[in-house]
């Protein structure tokens, strides 16, 4: 199972066509993201503080912050190259948010933050590491706050994972997409299983309920994905 330094020369490589390529092997990335954005209990003129965990390319850090023009975001992700497209993308944002190369599961709890939120990175870290990461997310947040992950999930009945992989091997390539490599939906979905570690959606709920948090819930399912709102 290849480690830390391989799975950040993945996301690096991943980097310069992630955005292209995730939204159309992804049917649902826009949903995921308006998902998680919308289970963020505070009103848009409120101040508030807020920590990405894997910020990716910054496509959810741009959604926060267009929408809550008061908030602030720390993003955290362990690649080089997808923290520098992210400050491309969050120029407009730049004295609202700061980016720092690092890995997810390593902030420090003592610091307090009003909303945590992670898009499509968690699903990275063994399963134990999930455990100790939804502790230190209890703990990091402020009474009231607000805890959201959409991401990649095991389905619980593997009938269900074998019908997924059916229908995405019948999605056509994308429009526009003639003439250069594209990697179908089926292959995406399934490759960075080398490296990844998903789980069940009950699993999560169990790890987040263990960790603390007595409000706990899926307003959203589409295939392998699903986002998991949880209140402190």
Do not use: C, N
Not at 53 to 68: I, K, R, S
Not at 76 to 102: N, T, Y
């Amino acid at each position: 199972m290849p480690g830390r330094r391989s799975s950040r020369q993945e996301f690096d490589r991943e980097a310069a066509t992630y955005d292209s390529e995730v939204v159309s092997t992804m049917p649902g990335y826009s949903e995921l993201h308006q998902m998680l954005v919308w289970g963020i209990p505070f009103m848009p003129t409120r101040s508030f503080r807020v920590l990405e965990l894997g910020v990716g390319t910054g496509t959810l850090t741009a959604l926060l912050l267009e929408t809550f023009p008061h908030a602030t975001v720390r993003g955290i992700d362990l690649s080089s190259k997808m923290i520098a497209a992210s400050r491309r993308k969050l120029r407009p944002w730049k004295d609202r948010v700061e980016l720092h190369q690092g890995d997810i599961d390593e902030f420090d709890p003592a610091e307090k933050f009003d909303a945590i939120v992670s898009a499509l990175a968690i699903h990275h870290l063994t399963h134990a590491k999930k455990r100790r990461l939804f502790r230190r997310i209890s703990a990091a947040l402020t009474p009231g706050g607000y805890f959201g992950d959409g991401d990649d999930h095991l389905p619980e009945d593997p009938t269900f994972d074998a019908r997924f992989a059916q229908i995405a091997a019948t999605i056509p390539a994308p429009a526009g997409a003639r003439g250069r490599s594209v990697r179908s939906p089926q292959r995406v979905w399934h490759e960075h299983e080398r490296f990844d570690h998903p789980w069940g959606v009950g699993d999560e709920l169990g790890a987040l309920r263990q960790a603390g948090f007595p409000h706990v819930g899926v307003p959203w399912e589409f295939f392998a994905q699903a986002v998991v709102w949880a209140y402190r």
